[in-house]
Structure formats: C-alpha cells, structure tokens
C-alpha cells in the first residue's frame, strides 16, 4: 500500500469555519528508525497501529500499512512507546475531490499546525484554501516520529 501526500503549514485558522468533522488523536511511535516507524494511535475509542516505510526521495509517497486494534491494547502500546506523545486535534476540510487532514498540535510542539491532502496520483491537481501556507512535504522535522523526537517549541525560529 502506498500513501501519496503533501504536507503543508497552515497560516490561519480559518480551516475551522469549513471543517465538518474534528477529532482528538493521541499517538506515540514504539520504532521511530529512518528506514520505518511503527506508531500507535487512539482516536476516540478505536485505535490503530501502523507501520511506515521511508519516504521517497521527492518526500510524496511511501509505504503504509494500518491495522485497526483494540483500544485497551493501545493504550498497554502506549506504555512502552519511545518519549514525546504527539497530542493533537485533526480537522477534516473536503475542497473538491479532496479532503485535507489539519492537524493542531499541542503540549511540546503547541502552536503548529500543519495540513495534509492524500493524493490518488503524484500529478493530482488541487484547489488550494488561503489558509494553505508553505509546503513542507518531504521536510522529515514535520514528520509526527521527528515532532515526538524534536518538538516545535524547541526549533530556532
């Protein structure tokens, strides 16, 4: 299975008006090597645990397989993660034949926040919101593994 995406930062918080659906997602990675990350996460009640592969060179697409897990197991996974929880909010914002992922990050990395959009095709075209910023895709700091390692509030601004 492969994931094909672009990541960007969001520059205003006007995606909420257009959001119709947010979550709360708490994640921690029990395997944040390069070459793959394993990471699990709780949304509500259901969880997931999902293995990554590492990243193309143009940072667009890599492997990704998740599987849906038993919510008191993921919170025993939980446990044994690696430090640095990723706690964050996800809004989901559909523009055209998309739907763009906002992730509102808190605790160590609080004030960042980033969107994605899932692409069938690395050619795939897109309208692009004005609170759409800079694209990150491919920059690994943005990665959640990397947040959990190296959180946004100690970057250099």
Known sequence: MEEIERKYRVVSTEFKDDSHQKYTIKQGFLNTHPERTVRVRITGST????????S???GLSRFEWEKEIDANEATQLLALCEPGMIVKDRY???????TFE???FYGENEGLIVAEIELNNKTDSFEK????GEEVTGDTRFYNSQLS????KYWKK
């Open 47 to 54: 969880a997931f645990l999902t293995i990554k592969g590492k």
């Open 149 to 152: 390692k190296n959180p946004y």
């Open 129 to 132: 919101p004005n609170w759409l």
């Open 92 to 98: 989901l914002v559909k523009k055209g034949n998309f």
């Open 102 to 104: 906002i992730d509102e």
């Open 56 to 58: 193309t060179a143009d």
